[in-house]
């Protein structure tokens, strides 16, 4: 019997991205198998491989193309020319199923599925008209004279009704869908960024470790954009060091961002308290989870990060970390009902501090919600335990 085929489609560079390589190597264990559609800039990279099971077709993309899709919904050019390689994707791949992840690529899909007519699964990782409006390039100039997100959230709009299934994040994103565009309950499946089970290593990084010995290492993973709320972190720093002698703050990524933090970590005064490692492999990650006290997701409140969770959620869980998170709806709402960790407010650098020393004056409070993170992931917080699946994708066929 063959195998039913997903054809994913994603307009960015792989490998790697989380959510997409953890949704696919669940669908390999399940027996299917799996294409991916991605770009290069790089004319030097492999156009064909197998990577871990996952049939990749790389299609290689001049560096100006890269900024002409972020007018991908202001002028249709980048459809145009995207829909060639799409073509030849959906021929060599023989897909029964597309899997458009984003919404970057879906006009130019739709299209050319006029003549497949396949079943198409939309996978929203996130709020993209929403997160847009805090883009930088969309501040002034060109930017924001060209790319508008309610043209986005118009355009988000028609694919979800026009598609067969649609994935979001959260329930709080499902709900916002549902009054929003005013479709079907049954039609959106809610699919967290769930972590693969080799996340968990038999053994971590020593080095590494030792390199924060006898520290309270208090971790940040991921872009460090203003939105992700570092700024109110650094700030609580000046606060903690005479109840928390020993802090140490790891931010673990990068962004345009980086040098606005300098400055402000060299104008407080907490140089000897922070350690920026910049972008690091998928591969370490798990070895800077492991050594932490305490795993931290800041967020801003918008629109965006209320109806969202962020993948280092599920990563401090799986290893039993306590996590310290803002008052996002979301997150708030998965922390504060499987008892994770403790919430602060948004953006306020001394509520933060007041959770902070909560958690490094009770030990016991810091295990006990670790070991809830951990047992809720193994139980519940998996794909295995979702209804993320074949099953799933017969259901279309």
Not at 119 to 148: A, C, T
Not at 241 to 265: A, R
Not at 285 to 305: A, F, M, T
Request: aromatic share 10%; proline share 4%; hydrophobic share 35%.
């Amino acid at each position: 019997m063959k195998k039913p085929v997903i054809g994913m489609v994603f307009h960015g560079e792989y490998p790697t991205h989380p959510r997409i390589e953890n949704q696919a190597l669940h669908l390999i264990s399940e027996g299917m198998e799996i294409h991916l559609f991605c770009v290069t800039y790089n004319q030097m990279d492999t156009l064909e491989e197998n990577y871990k099971g996952i049939h990749i077709h790389r299609y290689y993309l001049p560096r100006w193309m890269y900024k002409l899709s972020a007018l991908a919904y202001t002028i249709p050019f980048y459809h145009w020319l995207m829909q060639s390689h799409l073509k030849s994707f959906i021929a060599s791949s023989q897909a029964d199923i597309l899997h458009v992840h984003n919404m970057n690529l879906a006009q130019a899909v739709f299209h050319l599925n006029k003549k497949y007519n396949l079943p198409i699964v939309l996978d929203l990782h996130e709020n993209v008209p929403e997160i847009m409006k805090f883009y930088p390039h969309l501040q002034s100039g060109l930017g924001k004279l060209l790319i508008k997100p309610s043209q986005w959230k118009k355009k988000e709009e028609d694919f979800i009704r026009k598609s067969d299934r649609v994935i979001v994040v959260t329930n709080d994103a499902k709900e916002e869908i549902e009054s929003r565009v005013g479709i079907a309950s049954d039609k959106i499946l809610v699919l967290p960024n769930f972590t693969n089970d080799s996340f968990k290593k038999p053994t971590y990084d020593k080095t590494l470790a030792e390199r924060f010995t006898d520290k309270f290492n208090v971790l940040y993973i991921g872009d460090t954009g203003v939105r992700r709320g570092l700024e109110s972190v650094i700030k609580a720093i000046p606060k903690l060091t005479d109840n928390v002698p020993n802090l140490n703050l790891i931010i673990v990524g990068s962004s345009s961002n980086d040098n606005e933090l300098i400055k402000l970590i060299k104008n407080e005064g907490v140089e000897n308290y922070v350690s920026l490692e910049g972008w690091q492999s998928e591969n370490i990650l798990p070895d800077y989870v492991h050594l932490c006290d305490v795993g931290i997701c800041p967020l801003l409140r918008n629109l965006h990060h209320d109806t969202t969770y962020a993948n280092k959620l599920f990563q401090y869980a799986m290893l039993g970390k306590p996590i310290l998170a803002s008052d996002s709806t979301a997150q708030k709402n998965l922390i504060e009902s499987e008892s994770w960790g403790l919430i602060h407010q948004a953006n306020d650098s001394a509520d933060f501090a007041k959770q902070l020393k909560k958690l490094y004056a009770d030990t016991e409070l810091r295990t006990r919600l670790g070991l809830n993170g951990e047992k809720s992931i193994q139980e519940k917080y998996n794909y295995n335990s979702s209804d993320f699946g074949k099953t799933f994708y017969n259901t279309l066929c």
